[in-house]
Protein backbone atom coordinates (compact mmCIF):
# COMPACT_ATOMS: atom_id res chain seq x y z
CA UNK A 1 0.00 0.00 0.00
CA UNK A 2 1.52 3.50 -0.63
CA UNK A 3 2.20 5.93 2.03
CA UNK A 4 0.21 9.05 2.22
CA UNK A 5 3.02 11.08 1.16
CA UNK A 6 3.29 9.13 -1.97
CA UNK A 7 -0.05 9.37 -2.76
CA UNK A 8 0.10 13.37 -2.33
CA UNK A 9 3.49 12.99 -4.65
CA UNK A 10 1.58 11.59 -7.50
CA UNK A 11 -1.86 13.97 -7.13
CA UNK A 12 0.95 16.73 -7.66
CA UNK A 13 2.61 15.61 -9.96
CA UNK A 14 -0.84 14.65 -12.13
CA UNK A 15 -1.95 18.36 -11.20
CA UNK A 16 1.37 19.90 -13.05
CA UNK A 17 0.64 17.58 -16.24
CA UNK A 18 -3.30 18.94 -16.20
CA UNK A 19 -1.63 22.68 -15.83
CA UNK A 20 0.57 21.96 -18.87
CA UNK A 21 -0.07 23.90 -21.70
CA UNK A 22 -0.84 21.29 -24.50
CA UNK A 23 0.28 21.59 -27.88
CA UNK A 24 -1.19 20.63 -30.98
CA UNK A 25 -0.03 20.41 -34.42
CA UNK A 26 -2.48 20.61 -36.79
CA UNK A 27 -1.33 19.19 -40.03
CA UNK A 28 -2.30 18.19 -43.65
CA UNK A 29 -1.48 15.64 -46.87
CA UNK A 30 -1.73 18.37 -49.03
CA UNK A 31 -2.32 21.81 -49.41
CA UNK A 32 -6.34 22.48 -50.29
CA UNK A 33 -8.02 20.81 -47.55
CA UNK A 34 -8.56 22.73 -44.64
CA UNK A 35 -6.07 22.61 -42.77
CA UNK A 36 -5.81 26.55 -41.98
CA UNK A 37 -9.69 26.76 -41.47
CA UNK A 38 -9.56 24.42 -39.27
CA UNK A 39 -6.65 25.99 -37.21
CA UNK A 40 -8.97 29.13 -37.01
CA UNK A 41 -12.40 27.78 -36.28
CA UNK A 42 -10.69 25.26 -33.87
CA UNK A 43 -9.12 28.42 -32.02
CA UNK A 44 -11.81 30.29 -31.84
CA UNK A 45 -14.25 27.53 -30.49
CA UNK A 46 -11.47 26.87 -27.54
CA UNK A 47 -11.71 30.26 -26.88
CA UNK A 48 -15.46 30.35 -26.83
CA UNK A 49 -15.21 27.41 -24.38
CA UNK A 50 -13.15 29.84 -21.67
CA UNK A 51 -9.16 28.21 -23.11
CA UNK A 52 -6.59 30.92 -23.66
CA UNK A 53 -5.26 29.77 -26.98
CA UNK A 54 -1.90 30.92 -28.76
CA UNK A 55 -2.02 29.87 -32.72
CA UNK A 56 2.11 29.63 -34.52
CA UNK A 57 1.75 30.31 -37.85
CA UNK A 58 4.17 28.17 -39.80
CA UNK A 59 3.22 29.34 -43.49
CA UNK A 60 4.21 31.96 -45.50
CA UNK A 61 1.23 33.72 -47.57
CA UNK A 62 -0.43 33.85 -49.98
CA UNK A 63 -3.69 32.55 -48.33
CA UNK A 64 -2.02 31.58 -44.78
CA UNK A 65 -3.75 32.17 -41.46
CA UNK A 66 -3.24 35.78 -41.42
CA UNK A 67 -4.29 36.31 -45.06
CA UNK A 68 -7.54 34.43 -44.33
CA UNK A 69 -7.98 36.40 -41.37
CA UNK A 70 -7.79 40.15 -43.05
CA UNK A 71 -4.46 40.47 -40.77
CA UNK A 72 -0.45 41.71 -41.32
CA UNK A 73 1.75 41.32 -39.21
CA UNK A 74 4.79 44.33 -38.50
CA UNK A 75 6.71 41.66 -36.56
CA UNK A 76 7.09 38.10 -35.99
CA UNK A 77 9.10 35.68 -33.87
CA UNK A 78 12.12 35.90 -36.35
CA UNK A 79 12.38 39.54 -35.18
CA UNK A 80 11.99 38.64 -31.56
CA UNK A 81 15.10 35.76 -32.07
CA UNK A 82 17.29 38.65 -33.61
CA UNK A 83 16.62 41.19 -31.03
CA UNK A 84 15.00 43.34 -33.51
CA UNK A 85 11.49 43.69 -31.04
CA UNK A 86 9.77 42.34 -28.10
CA UNK A 87 7.67 39.54 -28.16
CA UNK A 88 4.84 41.48 -27.27
CA UNK A 89 5.01 43.47 -30.59
CA UNK A 90 4.93 40.23 -32.34
CA UNK A 91 1.88 38.35 -31.22
CA UNK A 92 -1.65 39.47 -32.58
CA UNK A 93 -4.38 39.29 -30.51
CA UNK A 94 -7.70 39.11 -32.34
CA UNK A 95 -11.22 37.00 -32.52
CA UNK A 96 -10.28 35.85 -28.70
CA UNK A 97 -6.77 34.45 -29.51
CA UNK A 98 -3.52 34.73 -29.88
CA UNK A 99 -1.21 34.49 -33.53
CA UNK A 100 2.31 34.60 -33.70
CA UNK A 101 4.14 34.53 -37.37
CA UNK A 102 6.75 31.71 -36.92
CA UNK A 103 7.15 30.70 -40.65
CA UNK A 104 10.44 32.83 -41.00
CA UNK A 105 11.93 31.75 -37.57
CA UNK A 106 11.16 28.00 -38.53
CA UNK A 107 13.22 28.02 -41.94
CA UNK A 108 16.41 30.11 -40.29
CA UNK A 109 16.43 28.08 -36.98
CA UNK A 110 19.57 26.85 -38.06
CA UNK A 111 21.45 29.57 -39.10
CA UNK A 112 20.39 32.18 -36.09
CA UNK A 113 22.93 30.44 -34.16
CA UNK A 114 23.03 29.26 -30.02
CA UNK A 115 22.28 33.27 -28.95
CA UNK A 116 18.89 33.38 -31.39
CA UNK A 117 18.06 30.11 -31.07
CA UNK A 118 17.98 31.10 -27.13
CA UNK A 119 16.16 34.13 -28.28
CA UNK A 120 13.63 32.29 -29.99
CA UNK A 121 13.31 29.55 -27.18
CA UNK A 122 12.64 31.85 -24.22
CA UNK A 123 9.88 34.18 -26.46
CA UNK A 124 7.68 30.49 -27.44
CA UNK A 125 8.40 29.48 -23.56
CA UNK A 126 7.44 33.42 -22.23
CA UNK A 127 4.15 33.55 -25.14
CA UNK A 128 3.07 30.01 -24.26
CA UNK A 129 2.91 31.16 -19.91
CA UNK A 130 -0.52 30.66 -18.72
CA UNK A 131 -1.75 29.68 -22.11
CA UNK A 132 -4.07 26.67 -22.33
CA UNK A 133 -3.32 25.17 -25.74
CA UNK A 134 -1.08 25.77 -28.37
CA UNK A 135 -2.44 25.45 -31.87
CA UNK A 136 0.58 24.88 -34.72
CA UNK A 137 -0.81 25.80 -38.22
CA UNK A 138 2.04 23.41 -39.65
CA UNK A 139 3.48 24.72 -43.15
CA UNK A 140 4.06 20.36 -44.40
CA UNK A 141 6.51 19.51 -46.88
CA UNK A 142 5.65 18.41 -50.36
CA UNK A 143 5.92 14.60 -50.10
CA UNK A 144 7.11 14.17 -53.69
CA UNK A 145 9.91 16.57 -53.21
CA UNK A 146 11.23 14.42 -49.60
CA UNK A 147 13.85 12.83 -51.18
CA UNK A 148 17.52 13.59 -51.89
CA UNK A 149 18.95 17.33 -51.13
CA UNK A 150 15.43 18.56 -51.03
CA UNK A 151 14.63 16.69 -47.72
CA UNK A 152 16.52 18.94 -45.14
CA UNK A 153 14.70 22.27 -46.50
CA UNK A 154 11.55 20.93 -45.46
CA UNK A 155 11.64 18.67 -42.58
CA UNK A 156 11.25 21.66 -40.31
CA UNK A 157 7.26 21.02 -39.11
CA UNK A 158 7.54 17.09 -38.95
CA UNK A 159 10.27 17.70 -36.16
CA UNK A 160 8.04 20.17 -34.70
CA UNK A 161 4.96 17.80 -34.57
CA UNK A 162 7.08 14.93 -33.21
CA UNK A 163 6.98 16.58 -29.54
CA UNK A 164 3.07 17.12 -29.61
CA UNK A 165 -0.19 16.14 -29.89
CA UNK A 166 -0.95 15.36 -33.76
CA UNK A 167 -4.22 16.55 -35.64
CA UNK A 168 -4.93 15.30 -39.37
CA UNK A 169 -6.86 16.54 -41.39
CA UNK A 170 -8.21 14.61 -43.86
CA UNK A 171 -10.49 15.10 -47.05
CA UNK A 172 -12.67 13.20 -47.67
CA UNK A 173 -12.08 12.49 -51.59
CA UNK A 174 -9.70 9.92 -52.83
CA UNK A 175 -6.37 11.76 -53.46
CA UNK A 176 -7.41 13.49 -50.00
CA UNK A 177 -7.19 10.20 -48.15
CA UNK A 178 -4.07 9.25 -50.54
CA UNK A 179 -2.13 12.49 -49.27
CA UNK A 180 -3.06 11.66 -45.88
CA UNK A 181 -2.15 8.42 -45.44
CA UNK A 182 1.19 9.03 -47.16
CA UNK A 183 1.86 11.95 -44.29
CA UNK A 184 1.18 9.60 -41.78
CA UNK A 185 3.60 7.23 -42.91
CA UNK A 186 6.38 9.62 -43.31
CA UNK A 187 5.66 10.85 -39.97
CA UNK A 188 5.47 7.08 -38.57
CA UNK A 189 8.98 6.03 -40.61
CA UNK A 190 10.67 9.56 -40.26
CA UNK A 191 9.75 10.82 -36.67
CA UNK A 192 8.24 7.67 -34.91
CA UNK A 193 4.87 8.84 -34.16
CA UNK A 194 2.49 6.44 -32.92
CA UNK A 195 -1.04 8.13 -32.93
CA UNK A 196 -2.83 10.30 -34.98
CA UNK A 197 -5.81 12.17 -34.15
CA UNK A 198 -7.69 12.36 -37.53
CA UNK A 199 -10.23 14.73 -38.09
CA UNK A 200 -12.30 14.56 -41.53
CA UNK A 201 -13.67 17.60 -43.59
CA UNK A 202 -16.16 17.73 -46.59
CA UNK A 203 -17.57 14.68 -45.06
CA UNK A 204 -21.50 14.69 -46.22
CA UNK A 205 -22.47 12.83 -42.84
CA UNK A 206 -20.89 10.75 -39.77
CA UNK A 207 -21.31 7.98 -41.25
CA UNK A 208 -19.48 9.05 -44.71
CA UNK A 209 -16.68 10.33 -42.30
CA UNK A 210 -16.59 6.67 -39.88
CA UNK A 211 -16.27 4.63 -43.25
CA UNK A 212 -12.80 6.75 -44.60
CA UNK A 213 -11.58 6.90 -41.15
CA UNK A 214 -11.76 2.63 -40.58
CA UNK A 215 -10.31 2.34 -43.99
CA UNK A 216 -7.75 4.69 -43.21
CA UNK A 217 -7.49 3.09 -39.58
CA UNK A 218 -7.52 -0.20 -40.78
CA UNK A 219 -4.23 -0.18 -43.28
CA UNK A 220 -2.44 2.15 -40.78
CA UNK A 221 -2.40 -0.76 -37.94
CA UNK A 222 -1.86 -3.63 -40.25
CA UNK A 223 0.91 -1.63 -42.28
CA UNK A 224 2.36 0.74 -40.05
CA UNK A 225 1.19 -0.42 -36.15
CA UNK A 226 0.65 2.95 -35.70
CA UNK A 227 -2.84 4.01 -33.89
CA UNK A 228 -5.92 6.86 -35.42
CA UNK A 229 -8.23 8.37 -33.13
CA UNK A 230 -11.38 9.69 -34.98
CA UNK A 231 -11.77 12.95 -33.09
CA UNK A 232 -15.08 14.14 -35.66
CA UNK A 233 -15.83 15.53 -39.10
CA UNK A 234 -16.54 18.56 -40.64
CA UNK A 235 -19.79 19.22 -43.35
CA UNK A 236 -19.85 20.98 -46.21
CA UNK A 237 -21.38 24.40 -45.36
CA UNK A 238 -20.90 27.29 -47.44
CA UNK A 239 -21.06 29.46 -44.47
CA UNK A 240 -17.21 28.58 -44.05
CA UNK A 241 -16.53 30.69 -47.08
CA UNK A 242 -18.44 33.08 -45.78
CA UNK A 243 -16.62 33.72 -42.68
CA UNK A 244 -13.59 33.79 -44.52
CA UNK A 245 -14.87 36.84 -46.90
CA UNK A 246 -16.16 38.30 -43.16
CA UNK A 247 -12.39 37.77 -41.67
CA UNK A 248 -14.09 35.85 -39.76
CA UNK A 249 -14.27 31.85 -38.09
CA UNK A 250 -17.32 30.51 -38.50
CA UNK A 251 -17.30 29.70 -34.86
CA UNK A 252 -17.78 33.75 -34.41
CA UNK A 253 -19.56 34.86 -37.56
CA UNK A 254 -22.68 31.56 -37.56
CA UNK A 255 -22.77 30.51 -34.05
CA UNK A 256 -25.93 28.46 -35.01
CA UNK A 257 -24.47 26.57 -38.43
CA UNK A 258 -23.78 22.44 -38.71
CA UNK A 259 -19.90 23.00 -39.33
CA UNK A 260 -19.56 25.58 -35.63
CA UNK A 261 -21.30 22.99 -33.64
CA UNK A 262 -18.88 20.51 -35.56
CA UNK A 263 -15.74 22.88 -34.66
CA UNK A 264 -17.19 22.64 -31.33
CA UNK A 265 -16.83 19.11 -30.56
CA UNK A 266 -13.84 18.72 -31.89
CA UNK A 267 -12.19 21.10 -30.02
CA UNK A 268 -13.41 19.59 -27.19
CA UNK A 269 -12.03 16.27 -28.12
CA UNK A 270 -8.74 17.67 -28.89
CA UNK A 271 -8.12 18.41 -25.24
CA UNK A 272 -8.43 14.79 -24.00
CA UNK A 273 -5.77 13.95 -26.76
CA UNK A 274 -3.11 11.84 -24.45
CA UNK A 275 0.11 14.62 -23.92
CA UNK A 276 3.85 12.62 -24.88
CA UNK A 277 5.38 12.29 -21.27
CA UNK A 278 8.50 15.01 -22.72
CA UNK A 279 5.37 17.28 -23.58
CA UNK A 280 4.35 16.96 -20.02
CA UNK A 281 7.61 17.51 -18.46
CA UNK A 282 8.89 19.79 -20.27
CA UNK A 283 6.14 21.97 -22.28
CA UNK A 284 6.71 23.89 -25.39
CA UNK A 285 10.25 24.35 -24.28
CA UNK A 286 11.44 20.91 -24.72
CA UNK A 287 9.83 20.86 -27.94
CA UNK A 288 12.08 23.69 -29.38
CA UNK A 289 14.86 22.11 -27.92
CA UNK A 290 14.27 18.93 -29.94
CA UNK A 291 13.52 20.92 -32.41
CA UNK A 292 16.76 22.84 -32.56
CA UNK A 293 18.78 20.02 -32.15
CA UNK A 294 17.48 18.35 -35.03
CA UNK A 295 17.79 20.37 -37.53
CA UNK A 296 21.46 21.50 -36.22
CA UNK A 297 22.09 17.82 -37.15
CA UNK A 298 20.79 17.29 -40.56
CA UNK A 299 22.35 13.81 -40.91
CA UNK A 300 20.00 12.56 -38.00
CA UNK A 301 16.78 13.94 -40.57
CA UNK A 302 17.85 12.63 -43.68
CA UNK A 303 18.33 8.74 -42.30
Do not use: W
Request: with cysteine.
Amino acid sequence: MRSDGMDQAEGLRRLLVLNQTQVITVVAGKAGVGRTSATINLAAALARSGKDVLVLDENHGPNNLLDRMGLSAKHDLLDVAQGKCELCEAVLTVRGFGILPTARAMHALAKLGRAGQQRLENALTEASDGTDVVLVDAAMPDLSQAEGSAKKAVAVSPSLASGAALLVVVEATPSGITESYALIKRLALKNARQQFGIAVNKAGNEQAAMTVFENMAKVARRNLSVRLEYLGYIPPDERLECAVQLGKSVVEAFPAAASTRSYLELSQKLLCLPMRQDEAEGGVSNIIQNLIRQVSQPAVMTS
